[in-house]
């Protein structure tokens, strides 16, 4: 790779000033040998831990992001509070009342409603897909338990979570038919028996709220299996309870040289689900945007890197109250970035239109290519959930695409742990970001010259 | 396949009249297009599911076990009851205390002892190894709770697995240096937080007995991550109890044509542990011998089959049950094999001493190869743990050995669902057995001729 490099910085030396390739190069090599990505990865989920929004760990992840930029030597290290109603888990349990007795492993969804006290028991209604739910007539599930039980298909790019995710949030098309409680299979592509949680919407007004949960993919096609024999009976108790909290966005920059070239901002999110430490969703965001900017702070370069730690992706909210709180300063957000597909291998590079034709980050595409990161001509999209409000106001966003052909075996499970990270990867990461920001905090190429 | 079989047919039409390897390829093909395996798998995890020794499930698997002979045409159908000690698990519970709070992921060990009802609070003293342990002074850990937290190596054959789980017994060393408990990281090749329990041996007279549980991987990992950072506190409380129960092993048989010519004892175990519905610990063991029997029924063969799924293979006891009930017709046994070690592609076959040299044994070589199955030279041990004490009364043994590489992430935990098993593979399991089964019920071969 270092051999690589010195080739390339030759061949490369004559090009523009802006958007220098062999400085780029050299961040990339230097992010290959460095460690601090998986230091803060491990320091995030073993001192913490899980810590969703609302809890009194969501309180040390924003004293833990506080107390780690600081040592890292970001400057104008802040904490930008905002008002969080948070869905927190109490106890749950469900378990097959016959024909053959089984406990089920589950995990309520976040914003779902309690059952009663003494829990629900009723027959279970399965479907084998979402499709076949809708399809169903409005009297299918009368005083029912509807069960969604539709595999997801692995996809290296995570669009098998976009087609399954939707039976997760599919709860009122049960209650619509009369159904009593609403059980899905985990939106996963694993075979482990740990279920899968997940947020969402709130009840509307109008709407019948009933329970909503995820079983494991076995106990899924357990229900299946005897549903094929004759009736099943489930029982299930979930109780939840919702408070008005404070969650936190903690921020942090590497300064440019050039404050009027305005800033990049970059970041993963604090918060986590409840089961496992949150290592890849999304500790391995924080720590990877984290140790890319800390790089950035050995080299000369014009703009700001800021680093935000979001305080609520799972969910919602930080997004928007970033756009509340800074939305006077959009315009000196030159682009943002963020990572939140777990620590695999980046592949692929998304820019705004019109970037990769630009001088001065044409280069970047052969920085890249020793990591086996492609330029990538499909636009970003959101770049990310909690860039999704900046973005809708005006902010150019760039996505570094990560592997996800395992990401969603462990994703909002108790398997979501620093055991399933590969610190080679992670490297790869950093490199991918470190190079990529090099570039894009010197260009002069305006990214909002594509933008609709 | 079916081809091969037909090229392979014409050629060693003109072998021996014992051991005819046209109908041993017959069989093979009718294997690979045969549900039965499936259904039977299907049917254990699904109607019956955990089933310890000692439990009322498994007075269910037994019943199971006895009305899927008769319906499958099996004669000779009946129940062996022995009497079993066994452990059953009640409540347990473990988390970090300090210095950063952690629920853990944990399961007692068979035959470990309680805590007292309130739990034991101690600070942890981690070894990465149970060499360390071993070489550590007598005085490393008074009045401390041990941790060994030796990763276990993927091996094809399962030798990881040997090496490993020396650790899961070793609370004797712990109790030795003064410890008050025990932690063992999951004997697993697997990252997943469900921890793998397993069977240690009964505390002997004279030792110090100290309460036993495995951690899940990441769960031993955390540990070891504060640990490096300093004191790390533990609370732990397991509670279990004895009984005297009853155990059953059910065994049924398709007859030979030639009464003195003896039998052929296979099968699988009946009795699982307590974490997921054991498919591939050992239901699938059951559904291979069961369907390959099931299809010798189909031909005429010499020898009667007699499939014995065994009552307690888990903590013991099934197999010196065995020797004691039919200690005068051993003799009768010409071999016996046992599988045991999931449902993933069998890839050798392991006979004893000579037997491949065998005339009408050889052309084996040449039915099992288009199933990527090779004749090995090595010698086949005990050929199973319930087969050990017939074994070492004299009975020979073969086994037809499966690919390991994956059924140690699955083993004794709750992810030992049916969802991990390949119907593919599992056919191809049930087609080397009734192969191999075709043969050996023919053979004129002596297999007790090499025997020491």
């Known amino acids: 790779m270092q051999f690589r490099a010195a080739i390339l910085g030759l061949c490369l030396a004559a090009s523009a000033a802006w958007g220098d390739p062999q400085k780029a190069a050299q ?3 230097a992010a290959l040998r460095d460690d601090t990505a998986w230091n803060v990865l491990e320091s995030l989920t073993t001192e913490v831990g899980p ?42 349990a469900a ?50 338990i509807v069960l969604v039980n539709q595999p997801m298909t692995r996809t290296q790019g995570g669009d098998g979570y976009g087609n399954a995710v939707r039976a997760r949030s599919a709860a009122p098309e049960a209650s619509l038919r009369g159904a009593v ?23 509307k007004p109008g709407q019948r709220a009933i329970p909503a949960a995820a079983l494991g993919v076995p106990d899924a ?14 029982h299930l108790s979930l109780q939840s309870h919702v408070v008005d909290a404070t969650a936190w966005t903690v921020s942090g920059d590497i300064s440019g040289n050039e404050p009027a070239a305005g800033a990049i901002v970059i970041g993963g999110h604090l918060d986590s689900w409840d089961p496992g430490t949150g290592a ?31 305080g609520s992706e799972e969910t919602g909210g930080s997004g928007a109250a970033y756009l509340a709180a800074h939305k006077d300063e959009l315009g000196s957000i030159v682009i943002a970035g963020e990572s939140d597909v777990g620590a695999d291998n980046v592949y692929g590079l998304q820019l705004p239109e019109g970037a990769w034709n630009a001088p001065d980050i044409a280069p970047l595409e052969s920085v890249l290519a020793p990591l086996k990161v492609m330029a990538m001509r ?22 570094l695409r990560q592997d996800a052909s395992r990401y969603f075996d462990y994703h909002h499970s108790q398997d ?16 991918a970001w470190a190079a990529t920001l090099s570039i894009l905090a010197d260009t002069n190429f305006d990214f909002r010259k594509g933008q609709k």
């Not at 609302?54 to 008002?83: C, I, M, S, Y």
């Not at 409680?181 to 009840?203: C, E, F, K, M, N």
């Not at 055991?419 to 990867?425: F, N, T």
């Open 27 to 29: 961040l990339r090599d």
């Open 378 to 399: 499909a636009p970003p999209g959101e770049g990310g959930s909690d860039l999704e409000a900046i973005h809708d106001a005006g902010v150019p966003v760039f996505a």
């Open 51 to 92: 810590r969703p929004a609302g809890t009194p760990a969501a309180a040390q992840a924003r004293d833990w992001g506080v107390a780690k930029l600081t040592a890292l030597g970001f400057t104008n290290v802040h904490v930008e509070a905002f008002p969080k109603r948070a869905w927190l888990r109490d106890a749950e």
């Open 95 to 144: 378990e097959i009342v016959g024909p053959f007795a089984h406990r089920l492993a589950l995990l309520g969804l976040g914003n779902s409603v309690s059952t009663p006290p003494a829990g629900i028991t009723a027959q279970v209604v399965v479907f084998d897909s979402l499709a076949a739910l809708k399809a169903a007539p409005q009297s299918c599930c009368v005083g029912k």
């Open 181 to 203: 409680a609403y059980l899905v299979r985990s939106i996963s592509t694993s075979t482990a028996r740990a279920p899968h949680t997940g947020g969402v919407q709130p009840w």
């Open 280 to 310: 890849i969703d999304d500790a391995s965001g924080i720590a990877i945007t984290v140790a890319a900017a800390k790089l950035m702070a050995a080299t000369p370069h014009r703009r700001t890197i800021r680093v935000v730690m979001w």
């Open 221 to 234: 096609d357990l229900i299946a299996h005897m549903a094929a024999r004759g009736p099943v009976t489930v």
């Open 416 to 431: 979501d742990t620093l055991a399933i990270v590969d610190p080679v990867q992670l490297r790869q990461n950093v490199a």
